[in-house]
């Protein structure tokens, strides 16, 4: 496979993964603390990369020159999560799937102010269509709500969320100096877990650890493994193979993989006219694709 082809792959596991999130995160939300949650998910994925970067590649010194970086990659994907989960409160997970799918062409507009990428017109129809399939999901297919723009308050947080997401694509093409992905990966995550433990120490501490229910330590330990740690080295290795753009179009596969989870947790299944805005997604990730060739 050459490096784009396994870009993609990365990018395909990527989404399957991310929309775990959505289903399992919106069961613990109110569960517990964003802050105090990611902050533990941040430090568990922490170890699960270091111990995989000092079993292959390493931790070289010359990783940690200008730690500033990491800072920076640290604290957008840090805000990400926290405003994930505050939108998870309130928003379901198919809605805000749908946020997520946003992205891309937020990315795209990113990807050309920070690394000058441009955007071909097939790729800007295909982020269109994605955009509007993603509205149509947001608003639950009905029309009215759509035309009069009335989005719910988890919704809104979480858009801002997608907003930092969108520009942590192409900040780590612009930072990397050549750092092995799996370190890369292990310095954002240190300096995302020192933030998050310095502005949330006060809902870590209020935190009854003991008396959390257990929906919220699988959901920790999925989003700690799979959520963070596979899903941050796949999308560090993707970003240095693709496009900005392409990278977040694998976003559009998201609702389709958060409908999946949700008929597998038995949570029911969306209308007809839901899933139409879904198709639209499908129909733009494969616009991207087909872009590629």
Not at 6 to 20: C, D, E, K, P
Not at 37 to 51: E, K, P, Q, T, Y
Not at 230 to 254: E, G, H, I
Request: glycine share 8%.
């Amino acid at each position: 496979m050459t490096a784009t082809s396994r870009g993609h792959l990365a990018m395909l596991l990527f989404s399957a993964l991310v929309a775990g999130s959505f289903s399992l995160g919106s069961l613990a939300a109110n569960e517990i603390a964003p802050t105090a949650l990611n902050a533990l998910r941040f430090l568990i994925a922490a170890i699960v990369i270091g111990a995989v970067a000092l079993a292959t590649t390493g931790l070289p010194r010359s990783a940690w020159q200008a730690p500033w970086r990491y800072l920076v990659l640290g604290g957008l994907f840090a805000a990400y999560f926290v405003l994930m989960f505050e939108g998870l409160k309130t928003a379901a997970p198919i809605s805000t799937a749908a946020v997520f799918t946003l992205t891309p062409l937020m990315s795209a507009g990113f990807g050309y102010v920070l690394l000058k990428q441009i955007t071909t017109r097939r790729m800007a129809l295909a982020l269109t269509i994605g955009a509007i399939g993603a509205l149509w999901v947001i608003f639950r297919a009905d029309w009215s709500a759509f035309l009069r723009f009335r989005v719910g308050q988890g919704e809104i947080y979480y858009f801002w969320g997608c907003v930092a997401h969108a520009i942590y694509t192409p900040m780590v093409r612009k930072l990397n100096r050549g750092e092995p992905a799996v370190v890369f990966t292990f310095g954002m995550l240190i300096a995302g877990l020192a933030g998050l433990t310095l502005y949330g120490w006060g809902d870590i501490r209020a935190t009854d650890w003991v008396s959390l229910p257990g929906i919220v330590w699988i959901t920790v330990f999925y989003l700690a493994i799979f959520a963070s740690a596979a899903t941050f080295v796949l999308l560090q290795f993707a970003t240095l193979n693709l496009p900005s753009a392409k990278v977040m179009a694998y976003t559009y596969l998201v609702p389709t993989w958060v409908i999946c989870w949700e008929i597998a947790l038995r949570h029911g299944t969306p209308t007809g006219y839901v899933l139409f805005g879904v198709a639209m997604t499908v129909v733009a990730l494969l616009l991207l694709l087909r872009n590629e060739h």
